[in-house]
Nanobody, 126 residues
């Protein structure tokens, strides 16, 4: 059974960095799309970034372009989200997701993802 587990969240000051990990089990990542989403208190969940493991295609939300970098290590079945120059508005629970049904969007929409991790909290505050 496919499972996802996020880690790497924490408390960081504005301008700092964190690297989130999304470890998968029950499958290999060779042909999957992995997405990162986040949900801030009182707000809807929003897409942050995505990667097509097999083809290497990558996407970012405008709000994180130039600051966040998504990458994968297929030998470890893990996808990373390197987050630099963090801002207070990046504070949220971050989720990774996979198991994408057919999607016409890139990055696929939240509703297109069928498997989700439990999330990891990222807090950016001084």
């Amino acid at each position: 059974q496919l499972q996802l587990e996020e880690s790497g969240g924490g408390l960081v000051q504005p301008g700092g960095s964190l690297r989130l990990s999304c470890a998968t089990s029950g499958t290999t990542l060779d042909y999957y799309i992995i997405g990162w989403f986040r949900q801030a208190p009182g707000k809807e969940r929003e897409g942050v970034s995505c990667i097509d493991i097999g083809g290497g295609r990558i996407g970012y939300a405008d709000s994180v372009k130039g600051r966040f970098t998504i990458s994968r290590d297929t030998t470890k079945n893990t996808v990373y989200l390197q987050m630099n120059t963090l801002k207070p508005e990046d504070t949220a629970v971050y989720y990774c997701a996979t198991d994408v049904s057919d999607s016409t969007e890139w990055c696929p929409l939240e509703a297109d993802f069928g498997s989700w991790g439990q999330g990891t909290q990222v807090t950016v505050s001084s």
